[in-house]
């Protein structure tokens, strides 16, 4: 089986990092539409009305008084306990594990190749400048001046 590029693992990599992202978007979708759903049923209580019945008490009946009014017995409904979102103390540290795993690393030719060509850049413009300045900028500035006269 032939070796993968640097960009088939990259695409591969991001690919399955996707994957996982949808997933997990799946399940948060999937409990929050369980929490709805509970407190859906947590809130049909039955409606309020806005006149209560009233209904006269045997004693009262008879008399040409104010009748009692019965107050009917208030269901009481319990909420379900919320759930706290999760702290993620380490999540930082956990997506910069996951963020280090897609990336595509070099090879120790291509680290040592990249080191030698730096290297070599550094002693050229070093060498330049160091001429530039010993050859041409110090013999101006003294001809400009006048103390070598």
Do not use: H
């Amino acid at each position: 089986m032939a070796k993968k590029s640097k960009t088939q693992r990259a695409k591969a990599s991001a690919a399955r990092a996707a994957r996982k992202e949808q997933a997990r978007q799946e399940e948060i979708a999937a409990a929050e539409a369980k929490k709805n759903a509970a407190e859906a049923t947590a809130t049909e209580a039955p409606k309020k009305r806005l006149f209560k019945k009233t209904e006269k008490t045997e004693a009262s009946a008879g008399d040409g008084k104010q009748a009692k009014i019965q107050k009917a017995p208030e269901k009481k409904v319990e909420k379900a306990p919320e759930k706290k979102p999760k702290k993620r103390r380490f999540g930082f540290l956990k997506d910069v594990r996951l963020e280090m795993k897609r990336v595509t690393w070099p090879t120790k030719q291509d680290v040592l190749r990249w080191s030698v060509v730096v290297v070599v850049a550094l002693l050229f413009f070093g060498v330049y400048v160091a001429l530039l300045d010993n050859v041409v900028i110090t013999p101006l500035l003294v001809a400009i001046s006048g103390l070598g006269a």
